[in-house]
């Protein structure tokens, strides 16, 4: 009869997973936060451009109509601005009402 050699096989024990676990968790309870807040910071940033992209485009939009008052309506009719941009320009005002509007609804 052939001898079999026996295979020592390593692997890791239950509490060394457990404390592998453990540290993932508390990672994770760590970081996840501060995701969110950083989402939310890039959503502020990006809605302050997006003010500035609105009031320049009324300021374009009074110079070409003389006679006329820029309004987000106007700007989205004429497609100078997109749905979106207002929504945005609008949520940022919205957010910060100490802010001075320069273009009505």
Not at 18 to 28: G, P, T
Request: hydrophobic share 45%; proline share 1%.
């Amino acid at each position: 009869m052939k001898s079999f050699h026996k295979l020592k096989v390593q692997a890791f024990t239950l509490i060394e997973m457990l404390v592998v676990l453990l540290i993932i968790s508390v990672l994770l309870l760590l970081f996840v936060p501060n995701l969110t807040k950083q989402k939310d910071s890039v959503t502020d940033t990006g809605n302050r451009a997006v003010v500035k992209v609105v009031e320049s485009q009324a300021e374009l939009y009074e110079l070409n109509h003389t006679n006329e008052t820029a309004s987000l309506s106007k700007l989205v009719a004429e497609g100078q601005i997109t749905q979106k941009q207002a929504e945005a320009y609008r949520a940022h005002y919205k957010k910060n009402t100490g802010d001075q509007r320069a273009v009505a609804d």
